[in-house]
């Protein structure tokens, strides 16, 4: 059998890549290249992700138990 679920976090989204991106740079940065860094990270990444999060809030997931799989299906 194969079914879809459908999330819509768009906290969960900003707050994961915003995550990824502080344990990406040098912790030795001031404030003003983190911020600009974190900007130019944080666009190329949604830009990366905008396959499979549509709107940056919605996943969608597909579970086939016959096969015993999990996918993220790419966004509309």
């Given at each position: 059998?194969?079914?879809q679920?459908?999330?819509?976090?768009?906290?969960?989204?900003s707050?994961?890549?915003?995550e990824?991106?502080?344990?990406?740079?040098?912790?030795?940065?001031?404030?003003?290249?983190?911020?600009?860094?974190?900007?130019s990270?944080k666009?190329?990444i949604?830009?990366?992700?905008?396959?499979?999060?549509?709107?940056?809030?919605?996943?969608?997931?597909?579970?086939?138990?016959?096969?015993n799989?999990?996918?993220?299906?790419?966004?509309?």
């Amino acid at each position: 059998m194969k079914f879809q679920i459908s999330f819509k976090d768009p906290d969960g989204v900003s707050d994961s890549i915003q995550e990824a991106i502080n344990n990406d740079l040098p912790k030795d940065l001031d404030e003003n290249e983190f911020e600009e860094l974190t900007e130019s990270r944080k666009m190329l990444i949604e830009e990366s992700t905008k396959r499979w999060i549509k709107w940056g809030e919605y996943v969608t997931i597909e579970i086939d138990t016959e096969k015993n799989t999990c996918v993220v299906v790419p966004a509309n």
